[in-house]
């Protein structure tokens, strides 16, 4: 079984490919399709932005296979796009695929009077959400069936913090393995704007677990020096915040915080497009930047090694194997 994660737009759009021996077709989710328009908070006035690099696609329409499910992480409309959703061929070729939101984005998706409310399915703090992948024609394989994903959205719960931004989608590929071998879980962790440790620590808890330090007899030894491996982070490199609204984005440090709890197989950078952003608000931002390069070495500098480092740019893709 394998991964495909491939990047559309640069920024937060990705497609991941999920292929198992057991699945009829590749399963595609989609992440936060944005291809086109200048979204804006509020006003176009007080903060718009558009992309900088072409995206690879100019609808998801041609998108190949189709996505059998799409995630929407937060309402704001580089996130949640209408004008972009709307090209998908609900009716036709897109009949099956379902719309998975955040719960501040329902309102916005319930206003789109073309969208068939039955496809909607809503995220609720603390709730898992299980996603079976369709079966076809029975396939016996060696390997088994392909399992599901399970699909948990957390947002911080203190007073200062913006539950509608930096949040987090969990999101578990549970396979079946024979009797007594318990279930092969592969985890994938996106978020976007980064969110804090606090609210993340329960599920990257949840996860399996592996010696901190790979051959380290000792560690291995010691239920005590077991910690939880995380197959994929996608998450922001670049710290921005505002001197208007404070933690926009909390790019490598947010990051850095993810690693120190658990072991990050992969970690590939999300909404760090330099994008051509106006408004008001533009001349308030401040941004730290991180590139690859600085990342891997400011990891080493805390000790943390084997660390895959991808930014993948409009078009790129990375093959992620799991066994």
């Known amino acids: ?46 903060s718009n932005q558009s992309h900088t690099t072409q995206p690879c696609i100019s609808s998801i329409s041609h998108l190949s296979p189709v996505p059998d499910m799409i995630i ?44 068939d409310q039955k496809r909607l399915r809503v995220f609720r703090r603390g709730g898992i959400m299980r996603v079976e992948f369709p079966s076809g024609e029975e396939r016996p394989t060696a390997e088994g069936p392909a399992g599901w994903l399970e699909l948990l959205f957390m947002s ?27 279930n092969q879980i592969y985890s994938i962790l996106f978020s976007p704007h980064g969110a804090p440790i606090a609210s993340l620590r329960p599920w990257l808890s949840s996860l399996p677990s592996q010696p901190r330090t790979p051959g380290s007899e000792a ?12 197959s994929l982070l996608i998450h922001p490199f670049c710290h921005i915040r505002s001197l208007l609204g404070g933690e926009i984005i909390s790019g490598f440090p947010g990051g850095l915080s993810i690693c120190r709890q ?19 608000t533009a001349g308030l931002l401040r941004y730290r930047l991180w590139d690859v390069s600085k990342v891997e070495r400011d990891l080493r500098g805390e000790g943390i090694a084997g660390v895959r480092v991808n930014m993948l740019h409009a078009g790129d893709e990375v093959g992620i194997e799991l066994c």
């Open 72 to 115: 929407v992480s937060q309402k704001k409309t580089d996130h949640c796009n209408e004008g972009t959703l709307k090209e998908l061929d609900w009716n036709g070729a897109a009949k099956n695929t379902l719309l998975y939101a955040a719960p501040e984005a329902e309102k916005v998706v319930l206003r789109w009077k073309w969208f």
């Open 219 to 230: 560690c291995a030894r010691t239920a005590a020096s077991l910690r939880p491996k995380l």
């Open 1 to 46: 079984m394998s991964l495909r994660v491939q990047s559309l737009n640069s920024d937060t759009t990705f497609a991941l490919t999920f292929s198992h021996p057991g699945l009829p077709k590749p399963f595609v989710l989609l992440l936060d399709p944005w291809l086109h328009s200048s979204p804006y908070v509020y006003h176009p006035l007080f």
């Open 262 to 280: 658990v072991t990050v197989d992969n970690w590939i950078s999300a909404h760090d497009e330099t994008k051509d952003v106006r408004g008001i």
């Open 156 to 182: 911080p719960k203190r007073l200062l913090e913006l539950p509608a931004l930096h949040n987090a989608i969990g999101i578990k590929w549970v396979i079946p393995q024979n009797q007594g071998q318990g």
